[in-house]
């Protein structure tokens, strides 16, 4: 099976929110040969992904955090430079979503991990509003439960440690979730008076607040907690254009593993 890559990007285009404002420029950000037989889902675009992967076919790379932002240099030079070698050289294409990933209702990073919670549906709403744009999700659960529970339920799910603030109540039943690096948005969880604040990357200044205002906090780590709208967006491509995809698990802190399907 092959399809257009042009197709493929037209898809991703309609499925994922435009977000001008954000940091990343979205979208596809090196062309490759087309049709396309084979996607490659990650996290980031760093060089390990791509020494770590060997594509027989060409194929596209979706990644959520890519390899061009603004802002930042984007002359090809060093592992830039290596980057796009390697893509050409493979008969590959990279295509990033990062703010559209994350915010996205159904399949974005917010949205699955707190579906990890089995959440009740008429209680869910945005967290807040960031460039005009709805982040982070709020949600009650069926009934309470500990908080130790929960950072077990998203280690076993997301095959990593998540490191626990217990500074707030044992028993927890409202929950918010923001993947990344959710610092600047404690102070909105703690205005919605929630139970537990679920995010990736720890802080010094989300420590103190998290102390300071009797908070737990639970921490997935940036990468683990960014997993999820990455093999959701592999899988929607498998199922609208019946092309085999490959996830490459590749977590910056601990060992990697491979999901394909």
């Known amino acids: 099976m092959a399809v257009d890559l042009e197709s493929i990007v037209a898809y991703l285009s309609t499925l994922l929110q435009d977000c001008p404002d954000d940091a990343s420029w979205n979208g596809l950000q090196v062309e490759g040969p087309s049709p396309i037989q084979h996607i490659y889902g990650a996290v980031d675009a ?62 974005g990073n917010n949205s699955t991990l707190l579906q990890t919670l089995s959440p009740e549906k008429e209680s869910i709403y945005p967290l807040c509003q960031y460039k005009g744009h709805d982040m982070g999700l709020c949600a009650s659960l069926h009934s309470s439960v500990s908080v130790e529970s929960i950072q077990q339920r998203y280690a076993e799910i997301l095959h990593e440690p998540a490191t626990l603030y217990p500074f707030g109540r044992n028993r927890v039943q409202k929950v918010a979730v923001c993947s990344g690096d959710g610092t600047s948005f404690i102070a909105d969880a703690y205005r919605e008076n929630v139970d537990v604040f679920i995010t990736g990357e720890f802080s010094h200044t989300m420590y103190i607040y998290a102390q300071d205002h009797q908070m737990n906090v639970l921490c997935l780590t940036h990468y683990a907690s960014e997993k999820g709208g990455v093999y959701n967006i592999c899988k929607k491509v498998q199922e609208v254009f019946s092309l085999p995809y490959t996830m490459i698990d590749f977590s910056p802190l601990f060992d990697h593993h491979h999901q394909g399907g």
């Not at 070698?85 to 008969?91: D, R, V």
């Open 46 to 107: 760093s060089e390990a992904l791509f020494r770590e992967t060997q594509p027989s076919v060409p194929s596209l790379f979706i990644v959520h955090h890519g390899m061009f932002w603004k802002g930042l240099n984007p002359s090809l030079q060093k592992s830039h430079f290596r980057k796009v070698h390697y893509l050409l050289q493979s008969n590959s294409a990279l295509y990033a979503s990062h703010l559209p990933l994350d915010i996205h209702p159904e399949i």
